[in-house]
T-cell receptor
Framework: GAGVSQSPSNKVTEKGKDVELRCDPI?????LYWYRQRLGQGLEFLIY????????KSGLPSDRFSAERTGESVSTLTIQRTQQEDSAVYLC??????????FGPGTRLTVL | SQQGEEDPQALSIQEGENATMNCSYK?????LQWYRQNSGRGLVHLIL?????REKHSGRLRVTLDTSKKSSSLLITASRAADTASYFC??????????FGTGTRLTVIP
């Protein structure tokens, strides 16, 4: 595809449920990033993939958050036992090497 | 915090005027990037300036970088209503992630 895509675009879930967010990076981009943006705030780094491995998981806020990447392509961010404070827009970005990052449209997660 | 801080937080101008947004940061960087975010949409990369560059142009955009002051500015010339958006600076300190500020909300009045 021409750009980074994410699905779903919107997700409303009940507190305590698990959610999976998907990111399809730009073809050929080796690096993939997940960020979280709470309302009115800047982006918060979550995790970074180089290929299929994640050398930097330092931003994951708790053990309820996990992510994987397969085939050096699609990535899935999973949030278990969602809490209301998880409500945010989750943005995925990809880049070739560690240069300019290209962002997807984001997934807006609302935890009721 | 390594986050960039944008100034002003909000800016409202008439169409045709120039808009200037500033960004300050705290640590040494490899590069600094500016992004635009239209309401309800993802971020769009505008321009990247490396730490050894002082000024860069792209269309109606002009970015300056002063590493001695740890600051950058984004100038949008001859603004248009379509430029209405939030603008974020992001610093890349070489740790494979970007640190974003809270952004400047620009409103261009037709």
């Amino acid at each position: 595809g021409a750009g980074v895509s994410q699905s779903p675009s919107n997700k409303v879930t009940e507190k305590g449920k698990d959610v999976e967010l998907r990111c399809d990076p730009i073809s050929g981009h080796t690096a993939l990033y997940w960020y979280r943006q709470r309302l009115g705030q800047g982006l918060e780094f979550l995790i970074y993939f180089q290929g299929n491995s994640a050398p930097d998981k330092s931003g994951l806020p708790s053990d309820r958050f996990s992510a994987e990447r397969t085939g050096e392509s699609v990535s899935t961010l999973t949030i278990q036992r969602t809490q209301q404070e998880d409500s945010a827009v989750y943005l995925c970005a990809s880049s070739y090497a560690s240069d300019t990052q290209y962002f997807g449209p984001g997934t807006r997660l609302t935890v009721l | 915090s390594q986050q960039g801080e944008e100034d002003p937080q909000a800016l409202s101008i008439q169409e045709g005027e120039n808009a200037t947004m500033n960004c300050s940061y705290k640590t040494s960087i490899n590069n600094l990037q500016w992004y635009r975010q239209n309401s309800g949409r993802g971020l769009v990369h505008l321009i990247l300036i490396r730490s050894n560059e002082r000024e860069k142009h792209s269309g109606r955009l002009r970015v300056t970088l002063d590493t001695s002051k740890k600051s950058s500015s984004l100038l949008i010339t001859a603004s248009r209503a379509a430029d209405t958006a939030s603008y974020f600076c992001a610093t890349d300190a070489g740790a494979n992630n970007l640190f974003f500020g809270t952004g400047t909300r620009l409103t261009v009045i037709p």
